[in-house]
């Protein structure tokens, strides 16, 4: 698809989210000029087909891809619940403690079941107990896709079930202070009332955490339309309870004020279908035209702003020599001895040149086209 018909199109998506989560019916002049094979294609790429399903069947449009992907988000979120209850019971047998994230709390604000749809399940746990998790895992015939890798371990089960338990919410590798403000995490944790090892966040870490990880992405690969609906989401449910005044310390201390405060912003601009800027109207575009999980161009263009400091020399040094804490999330086996560090960077060397060559390759020609 053209871009100029993925923006169009990406346009009608957001003003169709807009109107189902706020429970409102799409204006008859809208639904008219929808080009619904190709809004769904734009949907798909933003994992919003289900919450578009829901606005079109409100002015009594039953198109049969969108129907069959929100009838199929429901089933998965139906299952990735009662499996994650299921997890969590086996962690509280074997006494370890855990906190269930993001999605697994987010998909119950939204107005309707299904209506957010959901990849996988993330859950922290006890970091010192990764292999017991393991375990746990492969009992209950999971295959376990990655383990010791990063900051967390990846399991699947057909049909659906996938799990990422996390020993960390970030790892040492990503850019600013994510990793030192949410490293020792617990402590600001909430016992759970209804449990023995459960734990939650206050509303206001809760807030903390989400925009953490979603700068995180933005300043990765970038992050699609989807991370703007659930600020907004949350916002409706908690703006007027949290207290503002801590969260503006912490998000000092995060170095991310700047971008709480425009995300927030746009956000409460598009659902509410105000008027946008110029400013925001580029800032929208950027999150639009980086889909759900971003792309290589975004990834090469952020890489020389933040981790070059927007020299592409300085990009590239750090590409193929990456600092330690980096080195350590991407070959964690160099963690047993520093005598490996000049061995990891050879042999991350030839995996790119080897097994990640097209990744590399297409890397490298974003470069040369910045």
Not at 37 to 63: N, W
Not at 76 to 83: G, P, Q, R, S, V
Not at 229 to 244: A, G, H, Q
Request: proline share 2%; with cysteine.
């Amino acid at each position: 698809m053209e871009k100029r018909e993925f923006r169009k199109n990406a346009a009608d998506m957001i003003y169709l989210t807009a109107c189902v989560i706020n429970n409102k019916k799409p204006r008859q002049e809208r639904i008219d000029n929808l080009d619904l094979p190709k809004l769904f294609e734009v949907c798909q790429k933003h994992i919003l087909t289900a919450c578009v399903a829901y606005a079109l069947e409100s002015v009594g449009i039953k198109d049969n891809d969108f129907t069959q992907a929100k009838e199929k988000a429901i089933r998965k979120n139906i299952l990735l619940d009662a499996e994650r209850g299921n997890i969590l019971r086996k962690l509280e047998a074997e006494k370890i403690w855990y906190m269930p994230l993001k999605g697994s709390l987010l998909h119950d604000w939204y107005p309707k079941l299904g209506m957010r749809q959901m990849a996988d399940n993330d859950i922290l746990v006890d970091s010192e107990k990764m292999t017991k998790v393991r375990d746990i895992f492969l009992e209950s015939r999971y295959i376990c896709e990655h383990f010791g890798q990063g900051n967390h371990d990846v399991y699947f089960k057909e049909p659906v079930l996938n799990f990422e338990m996390h020993s960390s919410l970030f790892s040492s590798a990503h850019i600013g202070n994510l990793y030192g403000y949410f490293n020792n995490v617990k402590a600001r944790l909430i016992k759970d009332k209804t449990n023995d090892y459960g734990y939650h966040f206050s509303d206001e870490d809760f807030y903390l955490f989400m925009l953490a990880h979603e700068y995180k992405h933005f300043t990765g690969g970038g992050t699609g339309v989807r991370s703007l609906v659930d600020t907004y989401i949350f916002l409706c449910k908690f703006k007027s309870s949290l207290d503002w005044g801590y969260l503006n310390a912490e998000l000092d201390k995060l170095g991310i004020a700047d971008f709480e405060r425009s995300n927030r912003e746009l956000a409460i601009k598009v659902f509410t279908l105000k008027q946008l800027t110029l400013e925001d109207k580029r800032l929208l575009d950027y999150y639009v035209m980086s889909e759900t999980y971003g792309n290589i161009d975004n990834v090469v263009r952020n890489g020389v702003k933040y981790r070059g400091k927007g020299s592409k020399i300085r990009y590239l040094i750090y590409r193929f020599f990456p600092p330690i804490s980096f080195l350590e999330g991407s070959v964690p086996w160099v963690k047993k001895s520093k005598l490996l560090i000049p061995v990891a960077y050879i042999y991350r060397f030839f995996r790119g040149a080897t097994v990640n060559r097209k990744k590399v390759g297409s890397e490298f020609k974003q470069l040369g086209n910045q």
